[in-house]
């Protein structure tokens, strides 16, 4: 059967795929969650399930294609935005087939892409976690705080406009200073940062400790004497059943601040 990722390539498969490499750790979470045992193969960065235990073949970005051959999966599953389209090539010509999943830019479309991989690229059933995820996101509270949500730093890199993280903390009520930027990921000055918050444009800084580990030493030092919050990047970024505690979890943490 010839199925179509998000991306509108095709998908060669004989039939459910039986060995999974996942190059993207919130995929990774995800499918074996639903599937215990299917995914054969991951990357260094997919730490969930904490139980997973299978052969890793480097990261996201510049993952070892020889290694993920020689672990002859039925299917690779990697994301626009994560992975480069030059490793997917290659492996499509090698005769992997290849489910690229696109750069979610709100918390129901990542969910939707996710089921699609689940029940139509592996022929699953649709799991629990998923439903319970949608549940929890559907509400949208009131703007109770503008922030500024730096992803990288030397050079900083903050979340601009159509992403999935930036949708999460608009569900929770935190609106993105950067919303309306021309990128996705705008590279910002600290001094235009700061200015942000002087010209009263923002009175937050989100800090999550993933791509860029955020500290509470590294980080809000930058910003000195603004409200700011450390949280969770897994919880932040994963389209996957982390959304099922993470409404909770950051809620939690950003009442605190």
């Known amino acids: 059967m010839v199925l179509v990722d998000d991306l509108a390539e095709p998908v060669p498969l004989s039939g459910a ?15 074996e969650t639903t599937r215990q045992g299917l995914v054969v193969g991951a990357t260094e960065y997919c ?4 139980t997973l235990d299978v052969p890793r073949v480097g990261g996201s970005k510049y993952p070892d294609v020889d290694a993920v051959l020689a672990l002859r999966p039925d299917l690779v599953v990697a994301n626009a935005e994560e992975n480069r389209p030059s490793d997917v090539e290659r492996l499509r010509a090698d005769g992997v087939a290849v489910w690229v999943t696109a750069a979610a830019r709100t918390v129901p479309d990542g969910l939707a892409s996710v089921r699609r991989l689940l029940t139509q690229g592996l022929g699953l059933g649709e ?28 050079p900083w890199i903050v979340i601009g406009r159509d992403t999935f993280a930036g949708d999460v903390l608009h569900r929770l009520g935190v609106a993105n200073t950067y919303a309306d930027a021309q990128d996705r990921y705008p590279r910002p000055r600290l001094d235009d940062l700061r200015a942000k918050i002087t010209a009263g444009e923002a009175d937050l800084i989100v800090f999550p ?20 919050a450390l949280i969770s990047g897994r919880h932040l970024t994963w389209c996957g059943p982390s959304l099922v505690e993470a409404r909770e979890i950051l809620e939690s943490t950003l009442n605190q601040e």
């Open 17 to 31: 795929p039986a060995r999974v490499v996942s190059l993207v750790p919130s995929l990774t979470d995800a499918i």
């Open 47 to 50: 730490t969930h399930p904490t």
């Open 127 to 154: 799991p629990p976690w998923l439903v319970a995820a949608e549940t929890t996101w559907r509400p949208t509270l009131p703007v109770r705080a503008h922030a500024i949500i730096p992803v990288w730093r030397r």
């Open 209 to 228: 400790d993933e791509p860029y580990e955020f500290t509470v030493d590294d980080g809000p030092e930058a910003f000195p004497g603004v409200r700011h």
